[in-house]
């Protein structure tokens, strides 16, 4: 199981004026209980409809039997393309799970001609999956790029090409599904109810993470799980809870406005995108008040933004997360006297004591921050991860009283593109 520690967020370890008190969170552990139990029962009046994704046979066993009816194929490179939550959660799992036995997981997330163009070129059609993810299917950036690589595909397969597009989308609404139908391509549903960025148990994580041979019955398991713990009203057990109040309290109480999420790992280094899109999406709904997501990744991150965050205005609060087991890489003897200390050290405790190294002297300049830590980097504990994150946002929507659910800020923009592109 992942684990939360709050310790650093404390008035008794970074002083009661830039902390929270421990008198604050249990007043504040009242309020948060009853927005458990109401999600409880929203959940269970057939609301937040991400929440049963984990649990939904149907779907799963979908994405299952399509990836073996394609098992066939010559399939050396999957183009994903899709943007928002459609690409970001792909993209966490193509950094976690893609490997040298698996094919090569390409996320197309742009329409920059420069970098499209260089895909067409290097691109092997006869070898490739075209898999377009949009719910909504009017989304700009991915239907433009389906479109031309609709044709590239056709152009070298001809009616063969069929078998090598998989649409993802909403199976009601929206224009993909009727279209991949009347193509005769295979489609995967993400259910109306689910927005992108709740969409990562849906055939948007769940096919990445099978195309690339990945276990998604651990993935969901893990899910579930989380779920049980996300119910309980047990708050020393409860992690979403406790993550949701820590966040609220630092932002609302002590003005940290901004939250850093910053993975110890290179592979998560996109959790923190895909974290930052949930969060600004869903709780960036009023002027008063709300989190400014901010995603970084050690231990880079140490050399270009820590200098500020140890002496420049206090504004930000941490949230690292790292995994304990690592692969074990031992450096060898070093010569030079001044770096013998690294002789024979794991590359794994180079990086822990990095981390304990900033961690430790944010902590000792008075600045809070709590740590997430994955027993190790798999499915089980991804599931996890992202269920825990998820239900996290829906208590903050509650505390901060903003409807989590949909962006209508982004639709003028989105409007206004499509206008002088010359839609009616
Ligand atoms: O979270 C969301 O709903 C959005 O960010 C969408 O993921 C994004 O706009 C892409 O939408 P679609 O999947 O409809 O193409």
């Not at 092997?124 to 989304?139: F, N, P, Q």
């Not at 790992?265 to 869903?282: D, K």
């Not at 991860?385 to 946002?393: A, D, G, N, W």
Request: hydrophobic share 40%.
């Amino acid at each position: 199981m992942i684990s939360l520690d709050i310790t650093n967020t404390l008035a008794k370890v970074v002083t009661p004026t830039r902390g929270i008190p421990e008198q604050e969170f249990r007043t504040m552990e009242n309020t948060i209980k009853s927005y458990v139990a109401d999600f409880n029962t929203e959940c269970e009046a057939g609301g937040h409809e991400w929440a049963k994704s984990p649990y939904d046979e149907e779907v799963i066993s979908a994405v299952e039997s399509y990836v073996t009816s394609i098992q066939h194929l010559p399939i050396e490179t999957v183009l994903w393309v899709g943007i928002g939550g459609s690409g970001l959660g792909p993209r966490v799992i193509k950094e976690v799970f893609e490997n040298v036995n698996s094919p090569e997981l390409i996320i197309v997330d742009t329409v920059d001609p420069a970098v499209i163009n260089e895909e067409l070129k290097l691109v092997d059609w006869r070898k490739t999956l075209v898999v377009v993810a949009s719910k909504s299917g009017g989304t700009l950036e991915p239907m433009s790029v389906f479109f031309l690589f609709e044709q590239k595909i056709k152009e070298v397969l001809d009616e063969d090409a069929a078998s090598r597009i998989v649409a993802i989308t909403d199976p009601e609404d929206g224009v993909l599904k009727a279209y991949a139908d009347e193509k005769g391509y295979s489609t995967l549903p993400i259910d109306s109810g689910i927005g992108g960025r709740y969409s990562v148990f849906s055939p948007v994580g769940l096919l990445a993470m099978q195309l690339l041979g990945a276990d998604i019955r651990a993935f969901v398991r893990g899910a579930q799980e989380m779920d049980e713990i996300c119910k309980s009203s047990d708050m020393g057990e409860n992690l979403a809870a406790q993550l949701a109040m820590v966040q609220f309290l630092l932002d609302t109480k002590r003005n940290y406005v901004i939250r850093v999420i910053m993975p110890y790992a290179t592979r998560l280094q996109s959790l923190g995108r895909w974290e930052q899109q949930l969060i600004a999406e869903s709780l960036g709904k009023t002027e008063a008040f709300g989190p400014s997501p901010m995603a970084g990744i050690g231990t880079q991150d140490q050399h270009s933004m820590l200098q500020q965050w140890m002496q420049g205005k206090r504004n930000a609060w941490h949230l690292f997360i790292r995994e304990d087991e690592k692969e074990y890489v031992q450096l060898p003897d070093v010569e030079v006297e001044s770096l013998s200390y690294l002789s024979g050290k794991g590359l794994g405790q180079v990086l822990d004591s990095l981390y304990e190294g900033t961690a430790q002297s944010l902590t000792a300049a008075k600045r809070p921050n709590a740590t997430i830590t994955l027993p190790r980097l798999d499915e089980y504990h991804l599931g996890q991860l992202f269920f825990m994150f998820m239900t996290e946002v829906v208590l903050l929507g509650k505390l901060y009283r903003v409807d989590p659910y949909g962006q209508p800020g982004v639709e003028m923009g989105k409007k206004i593109a499509k206008k002088i592109l010359g839609a009616s």
